[in-house]
């Protein structure tokens, strides 16, 4: 099956849809280094680098699923929060995809801010424009004034192109990324496609991780660290462990813990000893101040952000057990991110994180794409597990 992807980025979900069984029709980017970044990583010949108001949606053909991250700023809890008024909101555009392809079905990620009650009105607009892709507004109508129409069309009637559009946010870290990165899955399948989407089961959760450090300590014996360097339990937290004892006994919790920070980076040499890892390249200068303290290394990193003052997000950085911290390198970034590791990232340093920052990570696409090629081949969800050794398994949702 094929896919596309717009607004594409460096590649994150088109990384995560290839690895789950898609092969890619073609990518649509405008920033010129995520185009770079594209053009190393994937075929190059299928990269347009530009505007998509200007990109031939009819040049393409048998393309079963859209995929893309519109722009996220006009949505951002950091920004603006211009949402409809602010001329970065590509959503429209990603609906002209959706009404010219007619693709079997189509997934969207956006940033949680998109669900903010000032933004409710909208994103129902948008929900409604995705369900029913092909009745635009007419007579220079207003998007509010759209919405109004929009509402009084019934699904079961409407005989136009449709989709059974369902969205949910969800944290990475929950599907075994090393990250707490909470995103907004927007999913599309048409109307006429047998078998019914869900979203993956979680496989991953804080309570397994804090059996394996608190209650076992496996977590420290596995990575070699010495007791007295090791998180010390106390306060709120060893309550929460006190009542986890309580509730399972001698039994850890089901699922898998969330993979650490420490976890992502075993095996990888400290970025300022003598190494050859191109990217991984020791960046001085890091400090901490309220708001900004770091992600702690041994817990899933905060969400790696992509900013636009100074550095990248403002802490893109890891807090070790002894207080200090460091930036993260562009590999660890990657890999916090769950990129393969010779997954290349053109740019310096800053332009290289603020690609990683607006990525979704591979393996939460990967999973996505799974379930969904299980969908669109079988009927039937397929669902990534993860085993104990950390592996990525697939299995067939019943």
Not at 81 to 95: G, L, Q, T, V, Y
Not at 164 to 180: E, F, H, I, K, R
Request: one cysteine or more; aromatic letters at 10%.
């Amino acid at each position: 099956m094929r896919s596309l992807e717009i607004f594409s980025g460096a590649g994150g979900l088109a990384k995560g849809l290839e690895l789950s069984g898609f092969e890619h029709a073609a990518f649509v980017e405008f920033n010129k280094h995520a185009c770079q970044s594209l053009k190393i990583n994937f075929d190059a010949e299928r990269v347009f680098c530009g505007d998509i108001r200007d990109f031939d949606f009819g040049s393409l053909s048998g393309v079963d699923v859209v995929a893309g991250g519109p722009p996220c700023q006009p949505f951002s809890l950091g920004g603006k929060h211009k949402a409809s008024n602010d001329s970065r909101d590509m959503f429209p555009n990603a609906i002209n995809a959706i009404e010219a392809l007619a693709p079997k079905a189509f997934v969207f990620e956006n940033v949680k801010g998109l669900l903010r009650q000032s933004f409710a009105e909208y994103f129902q607009y948008i929900l409604l424009r995705l369900k029913f892709p092909s009745v635009a507004a007419k007579n220079g109508k207003s998007w509010k004034d759209h919405l109004l129409d929009l509402q009084h069309l019934k699904f079961a009637t409407h005989t136009g192109l449709k989709y059974n559009v369902t969205y949910s946010l969800l944290n990475a870290a929950d599907y075994g990324v090393p990250q707490c990165r909470e995103r907004v899955v927007i999913v599309g399948i048409r109307s006429d496609i047998p078998g019914q989407w869900s979203y993956p089961i979680p496989s991953c959760n804080e309570e397994n991780l804090l059996w394996d450090k608190f209650v076992t300590g496996s977590y420290w014996d596995r990575h070699h660290v010495p007791k007295k360097d090791r998180e010390i339990c106390s306060g709120s937290l060893l309550k929460r462990v006190d009542r986890l004892r309580e509730r399972y006994g001698f039994f850890k919790p089901d699922g898998h813990a969330w993979v650490t920070i420490r976890d992502a980076l075993a095996g990888v040499p400290d970025p300022r000893s003598n190494h050859k890892i191109q990217d991984h390249i020791f960046r001085d200068g890091a400090r901490t101040y309220p708001g900004h303290t770091g992600s702690d290394i041994d817990l899933p990193a905060k969400t790696i952000k992509a900013g636009g003052h100074g550095v990248p997000g403002g802490e893109n950085m890891v807090r070790l057990r002894d207080g200090s911290v460091r930036y993260f390198t562009v590999f660890e970034a990657k890999k916090i991110q769950t990129f393969p590791d010779d997954f290349v990232i053109h740019g310096a340093w800053g332009e290289a994180l603020r690609q990683i920052g607006n990525a979704v990570p591979v393996l939460l696409a990967e999973t996505l794409g799974a379930s969904l090629h299980g969908v669109l081949a079988h009927g039937k969800n397929t669902v990534r597990l993860r085993t104990e050794q950390g592996q990525s398994v697939l299995a067939h949702a019943v």
